[in-house]
Nanobody, 116 residues
Framework: QVQLVESGGGLVQPGGSLRLSCAAS????????MRWYRQAPGKEREVVATIGSRGGSTSYVDSVKGRFTISRDNAKNTVYLQMNSLKTDDTAVYYC?????????WGQGIQVTVSS
C-alpha cells in the first residue's frame, strides 16, 4: 500500500537548519508531484513547497523563499526539504504529500520545533 514516512524533524534553535526526508513506497514515485505541507497549532495546514515529478520545477510559499529548498531523488523514492535560517514561526508539524491528478496521499507528519 502507499506509504510515506517522514524523518529528520526535531528541536533546533532559531537560525539553525534541519533536513526533512520523506521515503515513499507502494506507488510509482516518479509519476507523482510531491509537496511538503505544515500545520502550526491553531492554524490551517499550508503548502510549503512543491516539486514536479521529474524535479525540474519547484515552488514555495513566500514565507520560506530563499530559506527552504525542496528536492527529490527518484532513484531512492525520497523527497527532501532542506530548511535553513529557521525561525520560531516555522514551528509546525510537517507533512509529506504525494499528488497525481486530483488524488493524493499523506505522510503521518513530523514535528519541527524552532526555539531557543
Amino acid at each position: 500500500q502507499v506509504q510515506l514516512v517522514e524523518s529528520g524533524g526535531g528541536l533546533v534553535q532559531p537560525g539553525g537548519s534541519l533536513r526533512l526526508s520523506c521515503a515513499a513506497s507502494g506507488f510509482t514515485f516518479s509519476n507523482y508531484v510531491m509537496r511538503w505541507y505544515r500545520q502550526a497549532p491553531g492554524k490551517e495546514r499550508e503548502v510549503v513547497a512543491t516539486i514536479g515529478s521529474r524535479g525540474g520545477s519547484t515552488s514555495y510559499v513566500d514565507s520560506v523563499k530563499g530559506r527552504f529548498t525542496i528536492s527529490r531523488d527518484n532513484a531512492k523514492n525520497t523527497v527532501y526539504l532542506q530548511m535553513n535560517s529557521l525561525k520560531t514561526d516555522d514551528t509546525a508539524v510537517y507533512y509529506c504529500y504525494a499528488l497525481r491528478g486530483l488524488a493524493g496521499n499523506w505522510g503521518q507528519g513530523i514535528q519541527v520545533t524552532v526555539s531557543s
